[in-house]
T-cell receptor
């Protein structure tokens, strides 16, 4: 049963703490993405990775970090430097990233993680 | 910088009505446009993807059109049902500028279909 999983579904963080959100896919996709969604707003790109051991900043990367050591995994760390981290975080994957060509495939999304800062 | 706007922000209709959701974008340099559905607290599900060379796509009761030159897309839902209630998001895959190869999303239209 192929798909994207995110864990945990809900996460609570105290101010000053770093937390890591998990994203795993078994679709054999090369590209993976992290988005942030705030109420009444569209998704904003945090980081993306087109291939293992490579990743690029998106539009709102400040206060976040990622790694891509394995094709199937793309964890996101929300650091204490992120001033307003409370949001819904969505992970996605696609067959190829934009730079590799073939701009015809869609992105498949995970179920999301809701992060709340206490 | 690409901007995507969706109108209306919210829509409430009785069951059975045909309805239209609107999406506009400022930069016509796109590879494709997608419509997504999002249920409360859930991820996104792709409904329709229109390549830049296409004018429309259909899937069941859904029909999406694209006018790239004017920067507009519409999602038409026929014979709406309560199960269609969700947030509908429009996104473009950029073919130029600083957002090359990335999706830009609209803020969504919250649709409620009441029995």
């Amino acid at each position: 049963d192929g798909g994207i999983t995110q864990s945990p579904k809900y996460l609570f963080r105290k101010e000053g703490q770093n937390v890591t959100l998990s994203c795993e896919q078994n679709l054999n996709h090369d590209a993976m993405y992290w988005y942030r969604q705030d109420p009444g707003q569209g998704l904003r790109l945090i980081y993306y990775s087109q291939i293992v051991n490579d990743f690029q900043k998106g539009d709102i990367a400040e206060g976040y970090s990622v790694s891509r050591e394995k094709k199937e995994s793309f964890p996101l760390t929300v650091t204490s430097a992120q001033k307003n981290p409370t949001a819904f975080y969505l992970c996605a994957s696609s067959i190829v990233g934009g730079m590799a060509g073939g701009f015809t495939d869609t992105q498949y999304f995970g179920p999301g993680t809701r992060l709340t800062v206490l | 910088k690409q901007e995507v706007t969706q109108i209306p922000a919210a829509l409430s209709v009785p069951e059975g009505e045909n309805l239209v959701l609107n999406c506009s974008f400022t930069d016509s340099a796109i590879y494709n446009l997608q419509w997504f559905r999002q249920d409360p607290g859930k991820g996104l599900t792709s409904l329709l993807l229109i390549q830049s060379s296409q004018r429309e796509q259909t899937s069941g009761r859904l029909n999406a059109s694209l006018d790239k030159s004017s920067g507009r897309s519409t999602l038409y839902i026929a014979a709406s049902q309560p199960g269609d209630s969700a947030t509908y998001l429009c996104a473009v895959l950029n073919a130029g500028g600083t957002s090359y190869g990335k999706l830009t999303f609209g803020q969504g239209t919250i649709l409620t279909v009441h029995p």
